[in-house]
């Protein structure tokens, strides 16, 4: 059952919560789509990354997050992250009473649209490669298509450092990304909301014949669909901002305006859940 709509209720924050900073690449698309709406951010820092977690673990944390973001009341709540959308998205839907999307359909549509050949790549985590959640939607919707998952598990940490325009990015690129060099593939889909600070170094990799696809974008687009399909669009016309983080507030205020494209303030740390 879904949260009763209200004028009250339209004018509620939307909840965003990912392992780190990533889902701030989220939130910046959000900000850009809909700059009237308030966002309260959740990074759990403290648990980061969730790419190399357990399912078990990956949904426990999950939860915990949604819920500490239902406390703020907010209207409903952003997955921002591809491990946690791919293995506790449903638990979350079952769970909360409030409207939950993830970025892993948004990020699958994209990739459907920009493929002219059907020979494509995701690069993500190895929990979302190993969830085989995209294997699953391309191979339903495109049985013959070539697909190329790859997990890049040492993104996360470089772009978590500020090291997304060091050499040493560049290095993991080539080591991750060169089988792909003969694959003739046209499109490739960043399924983690950390790679998109590597998106400028992928694409002068692979060419640019090959479409570099930010799922962020998408999931602002299908926010803002959901939000009108329930009524739920605010009617305020100003915002704020709030932050939590389970670990290092000062770090996440640094770093995360590389993420966030803009100053960050408020942030408040809080013990992991």
Do not use: W
């Not at 889902?23 to 990074?43: A, C, D, H, W």
Request: glycine share 4%.
């Amino acid at each position: 059952m879904k949260t009763e709509v209200n004028m009250l209720t339209k004018d509620l924050p939307i909840g965003i919560f990912d392992s780190g900073l990533g889902g701030l690449t989220v939130m910046q698309e959000i900000i850009k789509l809909l700059p009237n709406e308030n966002l309260i951010y959740f990074g759990d820092s403290a648990h980061l990354p969730y790419g190399n977690k357990s399912q078990k673990n990956i949904i426990r944390y999950s939860l915990a997050n949604a819920k500490f973001l239902q406390k703020q009341k907010v209207k409903v709540i952003v997955v921002a992250c591809n491990s946690a959308s791919a293995y506790a998205l449903d638990a979350l839907k079952k769970e909360l009473d409030l409207p939950v999307i993830g970025v892993i359909a948004p990020g699958f549509f994209s990739l459907m649209q920009a493929t002219k050949n059907f020979k494509v790549a995701v690069l993500g985590t190895r929990a979302t490669i190993n969830s085989n959640i995209y294997q699953k939607l391309i191979l339903q919707k495109h049985p013959k298509a070539s697909f190329y998952p790859i997990a890049c598990p040492l993104f996360v940490p470089l772009v978590e450092e500020g090291l997304h325009k060091h050499h040493l990015s560049s290095l993991h690129i080539h080591e991750y990304l060169q089988p792909l060099k003969d694959k003739n593939i046209d499109a490739v889909l960043l399924a983690c909301t950390h790679y998109p600070l590597l998106k400028e170094l992928i694409q002068n990799y692979l060419g640019k014949k090959v479409l570099v696809i930010d799922p962020a974008i998408a999931t602002a687009h299908a926010l803002k669909e959901l939000l009108e399909e329930q009524k739920l669009l605010t009617s305020k016309k100003s915002s704020s901002y709030k932050f939590f983080v389970t670990d290092d507030a000062k770090k996440f205020k640094i770093l995360g305006q590389n993420f966030l494209g803009m100053e960050i303030k408020n942030v408040k740390e809080i013990e992991p859940l």
